[in-house]
C-alpha cells in the first residue's frame, strides 16, 4: 500500500507525475473514460496520453485475434499479451519521465499479479499511481457497448455481426475467468459500477487525483446533443468594442427569434431541453425568445477585458502597441491588464464542463466567444493553443454530440436577413 506523497495525509508534493491505471473486463466503458479523462486533463493544461494495450497489439501483431488469443490456458498468447502489457506500460512511464504530467494506462489489467507489477513500476518510478476500475452489470449497457463500439473495432473488420459477437462475448468470457476486483490493499483507487449508480473511493489524495475523481463521477455515457451559440448581436458588436454588458441589436433580436424557431423545429415540446446564458444581458435577451427560463451562470460570463474593456482592437493597437503584440504573440496566455486570459476562462469554465457531462438530456448553451471557444476545444479535444483561434461567428449554432471515440460537430448557419 503507498502512502500519500509529501509527508502528510491530504498534502502531495507540487509537480508530481501520475501514473493511471484503467481496471475492467472489456466492453465496460474503459477505453471511453481513458480518451474522455486524457482530453480534460489536457484541456486544463496537464501534458496527457493515452496508452492502450489492445491499439499496441493491432500495431504489433496485426488485427484478428480470435478469442482463442485470450484465454489464459493458452500459454504462448499469455506470454505475448504479458509483454506488449509491459511495452505500453513501458511507453506510459517514459513518457512521464519527459514532458508528461499524467499517462493514462488503458488495459484490463484484471488480476492482483498484474496490478502489483504496474505498483513496483510506479514505485520505482516515484509517480503516484491510481487505478480506476470500471464496473458494469447491467447486460443492456454492455450489449449496447458491444455494438457501438466492438463491432467496428479492426480486429472484426469483414466478420459477419453474428460471428464478432459470439468470438467478443467468448473474449469477455476468458476474462471473467481470472478476474480480481480491487482490494483495499491495492492502494489508492477509484471504483465506478453501473455508469456512476455506485462509486468507492480510497485512499485518493492531492489535486490532479481529486480533479480526477470529480470529473469520472460526473461523467456519462448517454449520446446526447450540446448546444452551443453565440448571443445575437449586440450595440457593442455593431461599434467593434469589446467586453460591456450592451443590449441586442435589432439584427441581435431578429437572431434571437430565428434561434427559438429552430430550437422549436428540431425539439418541438422543448421539455427536455435546459438552457443555460451568462449573467450577461445579450445573453439573457437572446434566450428570451425560447420560452424556457434558462439558468444563467456567472462563469459563463466573456472573458474580462480589464483596462481594455469598452474599446476597440484599433484602439488598442494604437494606444497600446506592447499590449496589442503581446496578445497577438500568445493568445491563449495573453492576460488583459487586469483582467483574464484564455487559460483563465478555462479555469472557470471548468465547473460548467463538469455539469454538461453529468447530463443526460440536451442542453443549449448560449454566451459569449472566448468561453464558447473554451468549451468547444475540450469536446473536440484540440491542444490549448488552438483555442482561441476557433472560428466563433455570430448567429450560427454548433451542435456536438459526444461519442465513444470521439465527438461529431454540426454547425448551422441562422443569419438574420440583412435590410435593404
Known sequence: MFPPHGGGVGRPRRGRKHLIALVGLPARGKTFTARKLSGYLGWLGYPTRVFNVGELRRARLGAGQHHEFFDPANRDASEQRRQLAGLALDAALAFLRGDGRVAIYDATNSTRERRREIQARAQAEDCDLLFVEIVNHDPAVIETNLRETKLSSPDYVGVAEAEALRDFRARIGHYESVYETLEEDEGAWLRIVDRGRKVEIHEVYGWIPGRIVFFLTNLQVTRRPVWLTRHGESAWNVLGRIGGDSELSPRGREYAQNLAGYVRSQFGPSNDLDVWTSMLRRTRETALPLGIEPGAWKALDEIHAGVCDGLTYSQIERNMPEEFAARRRDKFHYRYPRGESYQDVVQRVDRVLIELERYRTPVLVIAHRAVLRALTAYF??????????????????????????????????LEPQVAE
Open 380 to 413: 473536440l479535444q484540440l491542444p490549448p493553443a488552438e483555442t482561441p483561434h476557433l472560428p466563433m461567428p455570430l448567429h450560427s449554432v454548433i451542435q456536438l454530440t459526444p461519442t465513444a471515440y470521439g465527438c461529431e460537430e454540426e454547425r448551422v448557419e
